[in-house]
Nanobody
Framework: QVQLVESGGGLVQAGGSLRLSCAASGRMFSNTGIGWFRQAPGKEREFVSRIAGGGERTYNANSVKGRFTVSRDNAKNTVYLQMNSLKPEDTAVYYC??????????????????WGQGTQVTVSS
C-alpha cells in the first residue's frame, strides 16, 4: 500500500520559515507530478506548488511566488516545500499529492490520485 506522509508543520511567527517534507513509501514516484495544496478552515483546498517528475519544472501559485520553493529527491522518494517569509494568511493544513497521470501535476485537486494526511502550519502575527 502506497502512503504519503507529510511532516515539518508547526507554529511559526510571521516572517519565519518552515520546510515541509512529503515522503512516499511503496511505489516509486520518480515519473509522477507532485503537488502541494492547502486548506484553511471554512475554505476550499487550494493549489500551492507543484513539481514535475524529474524536478525540471516547478509551478507556484501567485500567492506564494518568491516565498515558497518546491523540490524533490527521487532517490529518497521525498518532496519538499521550503516556505519563507511566512504570513498569517499562510495558516492552513498542507497536503501533498501524487498524480500518476500527469508528469507535471496540475493546479486542480481532481487530477491527483493519492493524498497525504496533511500537516498543520500556523503562522502567528
Amino acid at each position: 500500500q502506497v502512503q504519503l506522509v507529510e511532516s515539518g508543520g508547526g507554529l511559526v511567527q510571521a516572517g519565519g520559515s518552515l520546510r515541509l517534507s512529503c515522503a512516499a513509501s511503496g511505489r516509486m514516484f520518480s515519473n509522477t507530478g507532485i503537488g502541494w495544496f492547502r486548506q484553511a478552515p471554512g475554505k476550499e483546498r487550494e493549489f500551492v506548488s507543484r513539481i514535475a517528475g524529474g524536478g525540471e519544472r516547478t509551478y507556484n501559485a501567485n500567492s506564494v511566488k518568491g516565498r515558497f520553493t518546491v523540490s524533490r529527491d527521487n532517490a529518497k522518494n521525498t518532496v519538499y516545500l521550503q516556505m519563507n517569509s511566512l504570513k498569517p494568511e499562510d495558516t492552513a493544513v498542507y497536503y501533498c499529492a501524487v498524480s500518476y497521470r500527469l508528469y507535471s501535476g496540475s493546479d486542480y485537486p481532481k487530477d491527483y490520485d493519492l493524498w497525504g494526511q496533511g500537516t498543520q502550519v500556523t503562522v502567528s502575527s
